[in-house]
């Protein structure tokens, strides 16, 4: 089906900030289609307008108007989290044809403000979304932030205080390309009161990034208690075998002072980790040494692992450092979830290495570390207790 229609992006005020291809298309256009703020910036067009944020329905309008040239506009630029793409695909499933004419996206016209290049960002949507903010800042030098919602940019600053990373620099850009623009600039910690307008963004700029991806973490680094830890050695393997991505929902069960959910939690910034702890005390002590490692992607579950489980959403890996007796019935759990959920175990004793049977195919690998300790003017090492790594196999 023939159908002259353009999708645009209106930069930041549908004015001055367009770029003339797409002013020409809305100029020239028989029907205008957006929401209504953006509608309000063409009223001079007197052009016939259609109001709507819901993408069917707006194909629907643009399919039932075949042959007429439409417009339909989306904020800022069409590339950056913008309807455009749903609009596209949808338009694409009715065999409608559409050419999209890009704008001025707010992160390029903030960064030009602050006279700081864009290619170097971390781009990040709070708008309508979720989002590990303090992860995505402890792992970029550059996040801009899009805003909506009841995401507003004093939240955000709390969060990152809350989390250690207080000290991140912040530029928030209020109805940029408006008369009444403004730019703010202070840190997260100054600016946790800030109050501004609905339709604003941010830059954070952290100069202390984490610059790599931290593996073993020394024990001595955590907040310990009386909670159990798994060893930097043992940790570094299990880790590693459970393959994390980036986006991976995973369970850490018997998560103890929560160092396997911190690295755990560093492999997947975009994903979120479940740290299970039966004992209130060890579940207190995790949750300080996440906020200590900035982990705003974990949460904390406290209760038996049999109890909250079918609660937890479904898992890509699991983790088990302690079942409580109540192995088998994790296993099942997490199987019944993902039947591909990639599991690694701990084990200290051969009673428990038996039980691992309930996960079928296995790898299992035995480590014995030793560590250099002072003994007058000799050094000397003393053993750690052997624990057996258990991989369940595909």
């Not at 928030?172 to 600039?185: A, D, S, V, W």
């Not at 983790?319 to 019944?336: C, D, H, K, N, Q």
Request: hydrophobic share 40%.
């Amino acid at each position: 089906m023939e159908s002259r229609v353009i999708i645009a992006g209106v930069g930041m005020d549908c004015s001055d900030s367009m770029t003339i291809r797409a002013k020409n298309a809305a100029e020239s256009a028989d029907i205008l289609i957006g929401a209504g703020r953006i509608l309000r910036g063409f009223e001079y067009l007197h052009k016939k307008c259609f109001c709507s944020y819901d993408t069917r329905e707006i194909a629907d309008h643009i399919f039932q108007n075949s042959g007429k040239k439409i417009v339909a506009l989306m904020s800022g630029d069409c590339g950056f989290f913008s309807g455009a793409r749903k609009l596209a695909e949808e338009l694409d499933s009715r065999g409608v044809n559409y050419e999209i004419v890009p704008g001025i996206a707010s992160p390029v016209y903030l960064c030009a403000k602050l006279g700081i290049g864009w290619d170097r960002l971390r781009f990040v949507s709070l708008h309508g979304a979720e989002a590990n903010i303090v992860r995505e800042v402890c792992s970029h030098e550059y996040v801009f932030v899009l805003l909506g919602g009841e995401k507003d940019c004093s939240k955000v600053c709390r969060k990152l205080t809350e989390y250690g990373r207080g000290k991140a620099a912040v530029f928030i850009g209020e109805n940029l390309g408006y008369p009444e623009e403004k730019i703010t600039k202070g840190s997260a910690e100054e600016l946790s009161g800030v109050v501004t307008s609905k339709l604003c963004s941010m830059l954070i700029v952290n100069r202390e990034y984490e610059k790599y991806l931290a593996s073993g973490i020394p024990d001595d680094e955590f907040i310990r208690g009386k909670a159990p830890m798994t060893k930097a050695e043992i940790r570094c393997s299990a880790v590693s075998k459970l393959n994390i991505c980036e986006n991976d929902i995973c369970w850490d069960i018997g998560s103890g002072t929560g160092s396997v959910s911190v690295e755990m939690a560093l492999r997947c910034p975009e994903g979120k980790v479940f740290a299970v702890e039966k004992d209130g005390e060890a579940a207190e002590l995790s949750e300080k040494n996440f906020r200590k490692f900035s982990c705003d992607n974990v949460i904390s579950v406290c209760g038996r692992a049999e109890n909250v489980m079918q609660e937890l959403p479904a898992p890509d890996c699991v983790f088990i450092g302690g079942s409580g007796g109540g192995l088998s019935e994790i296993v099942s759990a997490a199987l019944g979830k993902n039947p591909s959920v990639r599991i690694v175990m701990t084990a200290v004793s051969l009673e428990t290495l038996a039980e691992s049977e309930c996960l079928g195919e296995r790898e299992i690998t035995e480590i014995s570390a030793a560590r250099t300790v002072k003994a007058g003017k000799y050094t000397m090492l003393r053993g750690e207790n052997p624990v057996f790594v258990i991989r369940r196999l595909p």
